[in-house]
């Protein structure tokens, strides 16, 4: 258990100091606020866009659609962003050379990748569950209704696959040489996936 405290508390501050936990937070953050707000000016956006001859008909925003945002944004961008900045996880510490040293201390291997799935896991909870407060507040702010029901449910759904992606991520830096083949394993997995869910 304390091989396990202090690497995990390794984990944090390495992603303290390369400023992989800072850029992630201030993504989280900014598809948090900016979700409730893209909901509530979209017919603005789309009147301005009208010209002489089309008639463009936009319904009135409500929170349904703040939160139709949030699971677009949070998938596009903020989890997408996740992925890629810890992507080396694994591979960029076995590339250095500096699981060596630990393994050959007396440090098991599965310490290094609970240790690592843990924090990467605490992460995305922070992030995720932050991103999601930060949207029900301003969702409330902005529109004067209760259509939504059922959030906790579909928060916990999207944190699980969240969940689900970070673990394909594990498994390809395990065996991945460089950041571009967990990438590329991630994606093709996600993408075989979205091919199988159609069929």
Known sequence: ????TVFLRKEFLGGWRSKKIVICGVIFVIVGILSPFLAKIMPDIFSSMVTEGIQITVSTPTSVDSWL???GNIGSL????????FADTICAEIEKGTLINLITKGLSRQTILFSKALYLYCLWTLFYGGAFLI?????RIYFDDSLTHQLSSACFSYWLFGIFAIS???LGSTFAKNVYQVL????GLLRHGS?????
């Open 78 to 85: 903020g989890l997408l962003v996740f992925v890629i900045l």
């Open 1 to 4: 258990m304390m091989q396990l």
């Open 69 to 71: 945002q949030f699971y």
């Open 184 to 187: 590329l394993f991630f994606g």
């Open 168 to 170: 394909l991520l594990l």
């Open 135 to 139: 949207c029900q507040l301003y969702t």
């Open 195 to 199: 091919i199988a869910s159609f069929l």
